[in-house]
């Protein structure tokens, strides 16, 4: 068994956000000299769940493995939303874990790419659920660099607490990036604090807001006073359908990933 093969492997899996729980499977299906295999897991959130099968394959002319792929299917605690893609590694790199529920969610992604050349670039990704392609896979939309969403200037005017803060702003900014829904402190006249939610809208130009119980609201609900009267109210209709279900369950996604690299698993 080729060992250095199997803790790159081990190690592809964790940056995937599959943390250290599939390394045993995955040893003992190498050492079996197996032509292909998969790895199967699941991983909870909040009310809904992900399974996920990753596909496995021997090089035709070394004792190398690759995983080309992984299928994540969404279970959502609504059936009716349940839904399933297909995520390709290319060069060693893909979605992770985390980021292909928020695609499966309807929330964007933004990813450093690489086009036919080679050449890397960054675009926001997210599924267009209208349209499959004959594989079974949603579409997926790109907005690239010239598209012209730039998320930093999305929250300038936003009375938005951490925005004062370098490092809270940059956290702000990962988490956004990776689709989640961000829990963000909105200061009010007089100084006093409340809890909002925030996700980037990249195919809108601008970010949605929902309120404690994840109902959505209009933006000028955060901007600073001064600011307030000439923001777009639209919010992105591809939003999720199921947010009102996590209201008093949700949990700050910056949180959350502590949680989950203390337990192994990267987010």
Same mark, same amino acid.
């Given at each position: 068994? %080729?060992?250095? &093969?199997?803790e790159?492997?081990?190690?592809?899996?964790?940056?995937?956000?599959f943390?250290?729980t599939l390394n045993r499977?995955?040893?003992s &299906?190498?050492?079996?000299?197996?032509?292909?295999?998969?790895?199967?897991t699941e991983?909870?959130?909040?009310n809904n769940?992900?399974?996920?099968?990753?596909?496995?394959r021997?090089?035709?002319t070394t004792d190398?493995?690759f995983? &080309?792929r992984?299928?994540?299917?969404?279970k959502?605690?609504?059936?009716?939303?349940?839904?399933s893609?297909?995520?390709?590694?290319?060069?060693?790199s893909?979605?992770?874990?985390?980021?292909?529920?928020?695609?499966l /969610?309807?929330?964007?992604?933004?990813k450093?790419?690489?086009?036919? /050349?080679?050449?890397?670039?960054?675009?926001?990704?997210?599924?267009d659920?209208d349209?499959k392609?004959?594989s079974?896979n949603?579409k997926?939309?790109?907005?690239g660099?010239?598209?012209?969403?730039?998320?930093?200037?999305?929250l300038?005017?936003?009375?938005i607490? /951490?925005l004062?803060?370098p490092?809270?702003k940059?956290?702000?900014?990962?988490?956004?990036?990776?689709g989640?829904v961000q829990?963000?402190?909105v200061?009010?006249d007089g100084g006093k604090?409340a809890r909002?939610?925030?996700?980037?809208?990249?195919?809108?130009? %601008?970010v %949605?807001?929902?309120?404690h119980?994840?109902? $959505?609201?209009?933006?000028?609900?955060i901007?600073?006073?001064?600011k307030?009267?000439s923001?777009?109210?639209?919010?992105d $209709?591809k939003?999720?359908q199921?947010?009102?279900?996590?209201a008093?369950q949700k949990?700050?996604?910056l949180?959350?990933?502590k949680?989950s690299?203390?337990?192994?698993?990267?987010v």
């Amino acid at each position: 068994m %080729n060992t250095q &093969n199997v803790e790159f492997l081990q190690s592809q899996l964790k940056n995937f956000g599959f943390g250290e729980t599939l390394n045993r499977d995955l040893a003992s &299906n190498i050492e079996k000299g197996l032509k292909d295999f998969q790895l199967q897991t699941e991983i909870p959130h909040f009310n809904n769940r992900i399974d996920y099968t990753l596909h496995l394959r021997k090089s035709d002319t070394t004792d190398m493995y690759f995983i &080309n792929r992984y299928d994540a299917s969404l279970k959502h605690s609504d059936a009716s939303l349940d839904k399933s893609q297909t995520f390709y590694v290319n060069n060693g790199s893909s979605v992770t874990a985390k980021e292909a529920f928020n695609l499966l /969610e309807g929330r964007a992604v933004h990813k450093e790419l690489k086009n036919q /050349e080679n050449v890397k670039y960054k675009a926001w990704l997210k599924l267009d659920f209208d349209v499959k392609a004959d594989s079974g896979n949603y579409k997926i939309k790109q907005f690239g660099e010239k598209y012209g969403y730039d998320l930093q200037k999305s929250l300038e005017g936003f009375a938005i607490k /951490e925005l004062a803060d370098p490092k809270q702003k940059a956290d702000l900014m990962r988490s956004l990036e990776r689709g989640n829904v961000q829990s963000v402190t909105v200061v009010r006249d007089g100084g006093k604090e409340a809890r909002y939610y925030i996700e980037a809208s990249p195919q809108y130009k %601008n970010v %949605n807001v929902y309120d404690h119980k994840m109902n $959505p609201v209009k933006r000028d609900t955060i901007k600073e006073a001064e600011k307030s009267e000439s923001v777009s109210q639209v919010q992105d $209709p591809k939003a999720s359908q199921d947010r009102k279900q996590k209201a008093d369950q949700k949990e700050d996604p910056l949180v959350q990933n502590k949680r989950s690299r203390k337990k192994g698993v990267k987010v």
